[in-house]
């Protein structure tokens, strides 16, 4: 299986955006793209390199490989009203993100892991697949082994309207689909519709 292999820090550096906390301290002290000849003013980017630069940034905070985050795209611009809205929305519906979203992992990379090693029940049968789209109605609930590990000791706080969390019992129910409202406003979707668009 493909990994995304580079530091975090290093790929927020690159984007010019935070995409997790631990790079929104260093960013403070270590402005500019990594490498050595970071500091110097370059040319004045095209429309083609914010476009690009635009994707990188969303498929990177999402953690997705090229291939799955085209078929995001791609799938997004075939359905009925605003591509880059139905793009966020299916990013946002992912199983992973949602167990971020609903504080029952620090990171996106540590959700995905614990999708992956089989910690959540998916409407009472287990899963393994972070790429999983939920529907409304749809509860995820911590395996009573992993319940009993240290795998949730450090336990966020709810970030999502559109999920009914019960931390105590690390559970949550999709109330609704994800708006745009939801979603960060730094995304430029429009950039990543008009770069699959060419």
């Known amino acids: 299986m493909a990994r995304v292999r580079v530091p975090i820090v290093k790929q927020s550096r690159r984007e010019g955006f935070a995409l997790s906390e631990k790079a929104i301290k260093i960013m403070a002290r270590r402005q500019g793209a990594p490498g050595q000849h970071s500091g110097k003013p370059g040319a004045k980017p095209s ?21 799955q985050f ?26 992973d993100n949602a167990v971020y979203r609903a504080g029952l992992a620090n990171t996106r990379r540590a959700s995905r892991q614990m999708v992956a090693h089989g910690h959540f029940n998916l ?9 999983l789209v939920l529907k409304v109605g749809d509860v995820v609930e911590a395996r009573p082994k992993a319940k009993k590990s240290n795998v949730f000791m450090a336990v966020g706080n709810n970030q999502a309207n559109w999920l009914e969390v019960k931390q105590k019992d690390f559970k949550f129910t999709v109330a609704a689909l ?7 406003d730094e995304i ?8 699959y668009s060419r």
């Open 178 to 184: 994800p708006t745009r409202a939801d979603i960060q």
């Open 123 to 131: 409407n009472g049968k287990r899963v393994t697949i972070p790429s």
């Open 70 to 95: 085209a078929k995001i795209a791609k799938k997004a611009m075939s359905r009925p009203g605003i591509a880059g809205e139905n793009m966020l929305i299916l990013l946002e519906s992912r199983l």
């Open 47 to 67: 429309l083609y390199n914010k476009q690009l630069r635009e994707k990188q940034k969303v498929r990177h905070l999402y953690g997705l490989m090229e291939k």
């Open 188 to 195: 430029h979707e429009q950039l990543i519709i008009e770069y």
